[in-house]
């Protein structure tokens, strides 16, 4: 109304897609919010289980918090996640990361990846956090 029309004037409030598939992911078990609806999804279970689920949780309308001990496991549920939203072998992600393939992943496909996968959680978060280093690439602006 600043233009003396009268008229409202319509502001997209929406939030800036995330930049980032490692900021804030990774937190010490029972750190976290413990109210979530989200499901806590041990991830150091068979590769056929985690991509039966994966397949599953992508296209669900809540995410899941993974729950490892190990970091090169914390990469690869990365990794398959990404693999499921963006229809990509699961189970290959899960053998052998890409890491090329997750930093070159744009805002939006980061969004995704963080709106599916909600937290790593671990009593080991330095380790996993080592192992997700390689990912931080992704934080640089574009």
Do not use: Y
Not at 12 to 24: E, F, H, I, K, N
Not at 33 to 60: C, K, M, S, W
Not at 121 to 135: F, G
Request: with cysteine.
């Amino acid at each position: 109304m600043a233009d003396g029309s009268g008229e409202p004037v319509l502001v997209s409030l929406t939030a800036p897609a995330r930049r980032s598939l490692v900021a804030g992911l990774v937190r010490a078990t029972g750190s976290g919010p413990g109210d979530t609806t989200a499901r806590i999804v041990d991830v150091d279970v068979a590769d056929a289980e985690i991509a039966d689920f994966l397949a599953e949780v992508a296209h669900a309308d809540t995410g899941f918090i993974a729950h490892t001990a190990h970091g090169d496991r914390a990469l690869a549920i990365v990794a398959a996640t990404a693999a499921a939203l963006c229809g990509e072998d699961i189970r290959a992600a899960l053998g052998t990361p890409n890491i090329a393939f997750l930093t070159a992943l744009k805002p939006p496909a980061i969004e995704a990846v963080r709106s599916v996968l909600l937290a790593i959680e671990t009593d080991t978060p330095d380790e996993v956090a080592h192992s997700l280093a390689p990912l931080a690439v992704a934080d640089s602006p574009r």
